[in-house]
């Protein structure tokens, strides 16, 4: 009997589905998860796709319309094939180092962790293969955002590699799947992209550690009015503040104030650009970088005023506070006495309150509008409307709901403990000093100086030095 001789290549769609000759075929090795999600995205965007597999007769579900076949028939059939493989497993391709000569391979594979190997992935690969033409890219992308498409946090695909040509015809496949290229030069920048998705959240580090810091400083500082305090002063025990009491105070301080330097930098560059006259001058690293990390500080603020919500809807049902309310009702009835409703109380708690859920009903547009899938559907004046003005209200109705709170308590020397001012005090310095700030910005001759300074005027321009300053002009005129 003749031995049965197995195909070495699978189509997984019938020969009337199969792939025009004129369409371009690209090869993956690798069928795993993002082997597969690349695949269907190519598949979607018109190329003609093989796949290379040390098994192609049992290599796990395929995208419909790809072919299977085995590494070496794979590798002849595609002029560029995407390595989706782990370095470890690259031992095969030295094997295949005849057909893989002037063609295009691109490394998508990332490591477990920094430094892992002395080289690059990519320059190791480029080392194994000498005549193949090796570009690094795709390798910041997760399989998820393969299979559903370009979103705002995944947009972009990094590339670098040697060969021009090679970085070119990458570069059209990438944009053909709806991603936007950033060239990041030779093959020596392989080991930059490589620990890009190693990253962990690197643009919410000074937001973290800022958020940190002050929730720290402001614990300890409550604690030692609140808690300290009462047990040194008056032998009091109150430590069971600390859990809701405490955070309750903490919570919402600190979100002020993240909300209040996320407008800040904004306000800080307005008056930059006005003292300089021009908007072509570079602001300082240290600006630039604090208003790159503004989105992460109002979600982080929104977070915890969410919490701070979520204490205060708790208050009505804490032992402390139901204890409190019956001892004195009993009070009341013993003593035969009874309070009369003071309409002044009356309208402050209820003024607090209201601006309370105004700026956390506004807080949590501003969240909304920050989301990717909502801000793409916005229009540049919608979401700059939101961002800025709406986000201006929630400060201010944040801020007045904090002075409502402290009302007329400033004014009483029993409320500075160690003759420190309560926590509220502190937190109303930043807030206030940006809104005062802003409404300064806000003047009609200091804005329409801002605007044409905006719009590119400069104070100092080479045809006309007899220009004096645009500010005093318009404030004259007023």
Same mark, same amino acid.
């Given at each position: 009997?003749?031995?049965?001789?197995? =195909?070495?290549?699978?189509?997984?769609? $019938?020969?009337?589905?199969?792939?025009? =000759?004129?369409?371009?075929?690209?090869?993956?090795?690798?069928? /795993?998860?993002?082997?597969?999600?690349? /695949?269907?995205?190519?598949?979607?965007?018109?190329?003609?796709?093989?796949?290379?597999?040390?098994?192609?007769?049992?290599?796990?579900?395929?995208?419909?319309?790809?072919?299977?076949?085995?590494?070496?028939?794979?590798?002849? $059939?595609?002029?560029?094939?995407?390595?989706?493989?782990?370095?470890?497993?690259? &031992?095969?391709?030295?094997?295949?180092?005849?057909?893989?000569?002037?063609? %295009?391979?691109?490394? %998508?594979?990332?490591?477990?962790?920094?430094?892992?190997?002395?080289?690059?992935?990519?320059?190791?690969?480029?080392?194994?293969? =000498?005549?193949?033409?090796? %570009?690094?890219?795709?390798?910041?992308?997760?399989?998820?955002?393969?299979?559903? /498409?370009?979103?705002?946090?995944?947009?972009?695909?990094?590339?670098?590699?040697?060969?021009?040509?090679?970085?070119?015809?990458?570069?059209?496949?990438?944009?053909?799947?709806?991603?936007?290229?950033?060239?990041?030069?030779?093959?020596?920048?392989?080991?930059?992209?490589?620990?890009?998705?190693?990253?962990?959240?690197?643009?919410? *580090?000074? !937001?973290?550690?800022?958020?940190?810091?002050?929730?720290?400083?402001?614990?300890?500082?409550?604690?030692?009015?609140?808690?300290?305090?009462?047990?040194? &002063?008056?032998?009091?025990?109150?430590?069971?503040?600390?859990?809701?009491?405490?955070?309750?105070?903490?919570?919402?301080?600190?979100?002020?104030?993240?909300?209040?330097?996320?407008?800040? =930098?904004?306000?800080?560059?307005?008056?930059?650009?006005?003292?300089? /006259?021009?908007?072509?001058?570079?602001?300082?690293?240290?600006?630039?970088?604090?208003?790159?990390? *503004?989105?992460?500080?109002?979600?982080?603020?929104?977070?915890?005023?969410?919490?701070?919500?979520?204490?205060?809807?708790?208050?009505?049902?804490?032992?402390?506070?139901?204890? *409190?309310?019956?001892?004195?009702?009993?009070?009341?009835?013993?003593?035969?006495?009874?309070?009369?409703?003071?309409?002044?109380?009356?309208?402050?708690?209820?003024?607090?309150?209201?601006?309370?859920?105004?700026?956390?009903?506004?807080?949590?547009?501003?969240?909304?509008?920050?989301?990717?899938?909502?801000?793409?559907?916005?229009?540049?004046?919608?979401?700059?409307?939101?961002?800025?003005?709406?986000?201006?209200?929630?400060?201010?109705?944040?801020?007045?709901?904090?002075?409502?709170?402290?009302?007329?308590?400033?004014?009483?020397? $029993?409320?500075?403990?160690?003759?420190?001012?309560?926590?509220?005090?502190?937190?109303?310095?930043? !807030? $206030?000093? %940006?809104?005062?700030?802003?409404?300064?910005?806000?003047? !009609?001759?200091?804005?329409?100086?801002?605007?044409?300074?905006?719009?590119?005027?400069?104070?100092?321009?080479?045809?006309?030095?007899?220009?004096?300053?645009?500010?005093?002009?318009?404030?004259?005129?007023?």
């Amino acid at each position: 009997m003749s031995e049965e001789v197995k =195909p070495e290549s699978v189509s997984l769609y $019938s020969v009337s589905a199969a792939a025009t =000759p004129e369409q371009e075929a690209v090869c993956i090795f690798g069928t /795993g998860d993002l082997g597969r999600s690349l /695949g269907q995205r190519l598949l979607q965007s018109g190329y003609r796709l093989v796949y290379g597999s040390r098994r192609p007769h049992i290599c796990g579900p395929i995208p419909p319309g790809a072919q299977v076949m085995s590494h070496e028939i794979a590798a002849r $059939s595609a002029s560029l094939v995407f390595v989706c493989v782990h370095r470890e497993h690259y &031992d095969f391709l030295e094997t295949l180092a005849p057909h893989l000569k002037g063609k %295009v391979l691109v490394d %998508v594979s990332n490591n477990l962790k920094k430094n892992m190997y002395p080289e690059a992935n990519a320059e190791f690969l480029q080392r194994l293969i =000498p005549g193949a033409h090796v %570009v690094k890219a795709f390798n910041t992308l997760s399989a998820w955002a393969l299979q559903n /498409g370009p979103s705002d946090a995944n947009r972009q695909v990094y590339l670098c590699g040697n060969s021009p040509e090679a970085k070119q015809a990458v570069a059209e496949i990438a944009t053909k799947l709806g991603f936007n290229v950033q060239d990041r030069g030779s093959l020596s920048a392989a080991r930059e992209l490589e620990d890009f998705p190693l990253q962990l959240f690197p643009e919410w *580090r000074l !937001p973290m550690r800022l958020t940190i810091g002050l929730t720290a400083f402001f614990f300890f500082y409550l604690l030692a009015r609140d808690v300290i305090f009462a047990y040194v &002063d008056q032998g009091k025990d109150n430590s069971f503040r600390i859990m809701v009491s405490l955070a309750n105070k903490v919570f919402p301080i600190v979100s002020l104030i993240l909300l209040s330097l996320c407008y800040l =930098p904004g306000v800080i560059a307005a008056f930059l650009q006005l003292y300089r /006259g021009t908007k072509y001058k570079r602001f300082p690293d240290w600006l630039d970088r604090w208003m790159l990390c *503004r989105k992460q500080l109002g979600l982080i603020a929104l977070a915890l005023a969410s919490l701070h919500v979520l204490y205060t809807l708790i208050i009505p049902i804490r032992y402390y506070v139901r204890f *409190r309310l019956a001892a004195n009702t009993i009070s009341q009835i013993k003593e035969n006495k009874t309070f009369v409703f003071d309409t002044t109380m009356g309208w402050r708690t209820d003024s607090y309150y209201s601006m309370g859920i105004l700026g956390f009903g506004l807080y949590l547009l501003l969240g909304i509008a920050s989301l990717p899938s909502v801000s793409n559907a916005l229009s540049w004046r919608e979401f700059s409307f939101i961002q800025s003005k709406l986000g201006y209200l929630t400060l201010f109705f944040c801020t007045f709901h904090t002075y409502l709170y402290g009302w007329d308590k400033f004014l009483f020397i $029993s409320y500075y403990k160690w003759y420190t001012p309560p926590g509220y005090m502190l937190c109303l310095v930043v !807030p $206030s000093v %940006v809104l005062l700030l802003k409404l300064l910005l806000l003047l !009609p001759c200091v804005d329409k100086s801002l605007t044409r300074i905006r719009q590119g005027w400069e104070r100092t321009d080479p045809e006309d030095d007899s220009k004096k300053s645009l500010l005093a002009k318009d404030c004259q005129k007023l």
